[in-house]
């Protein structure tokens, strides 16, 4: 069965530095979205993407943050200057256009800042 | 606002027994959905009901939806040790593109 696949599964890193998170989305999916779950907390609405631009983006999703679909195949979501309160687990999820609104996760990374 | 609050926060049962958890939610919607998360795991989707729809099963699950009341509730028949993990409602932001709001998750421990 198809899934959503991220790439590391767990990144350690220093304040400051830039991380990127990979995603490869279900392949006939259109949508795509970030999610992000801070220890023992909800998981949070990041950003979706629809047709190689951002639809929708969140209070969280500042200036930091970016994402690119650089292939026909990969999702990824930058951090610039990574922060200590940046640490979380970040999810990516995919739907397809038949069922909009069912959407597929990943396993996630864990993003751990130092 | 807070979409989507389940309670309890926590439940602990024996296998065999059945697990209900609840959710509440405050704005109109389009669909409900749950979503198992096993410990430091991804989101799996379980179940999707839409508003126009009552009651929905699947397998040993079965969710009921009251717009009147907006809630909703996951009903786990015959739970197994496997079935331990958090549950989370979620529902489609009305005003938004697709973005899911869940609530804070319920953890169900069900013992052998």
């Known amino acids: 069965e198809p899934e959503v696949t991220q790439t590391p599964s767990h990144q350690v890193t220093q304040m400051g530095q830039e991380v990127i998170l990979r995603c490869v989305p279900i392949s006939n999916h259109l949508y795509f979205y970030w999610y992000r779950q801070i220890l023992g907390q909800k998981v949070e609405f990041l950003v979706s993407?629809?047709?190689?631009?951002?639809?929708?983006k969140s209070e969280i999703f500042d200036d930091q943050f970016s994402v690119e679909r650089p292939d026909g195949s990969n999702f990824t979501l930058k951090i610039r200057s990574t922060k200590l309160e940046d640490s979380a687990m970040y999810f990516c999820?995919?739907?397809?256009?038949?069922?909009?609104?069912?959407?597929?996760f990943g396993p996630g990374t864990r993003l751990t800042v130092l | 606002s807070q979409q989507g609050e389940e309670d309890p926060q926590a439940l602990s049962i024996q296998e065999g027994e059945n697990a209900t958890m609840n959710c509440s939610y405050k704005?109109?919607?389009?669909?409900l959905q749950w979503y198992r998360q096993n410990s430091g795991r991804g989101l799996v989707h379980l179940i999707l009901?839409?508003?126009?729809?009552r009651e929905k099963h699947s397998g040993r699950l079965r969710v009921t939806l009251d717009t009147s009341k907006k809630s909703s509730s996951l009903l786990i028949t015959a739970s197994r040790a496997a079935d331990t993990a958090s549950y989370f409602c979620a529902t489609l932001d009305s005003g938004g593109y697709n973005k899911l709001i869940f609530g804070a998750g319920t953890r169900l421990a069900v013992h052998p």
């Open positions: 009901i839409r508003s126009n729809e």
């Open positions: 704005t109109s919607i389009n669909n």
């Open positions: 993407f629809y047709n190689n631009e951002i639809s929708e």
């Open positions: 999820a995919s739907s397809s256009p038949a069922t909009v609104d069912t959407q597929y």
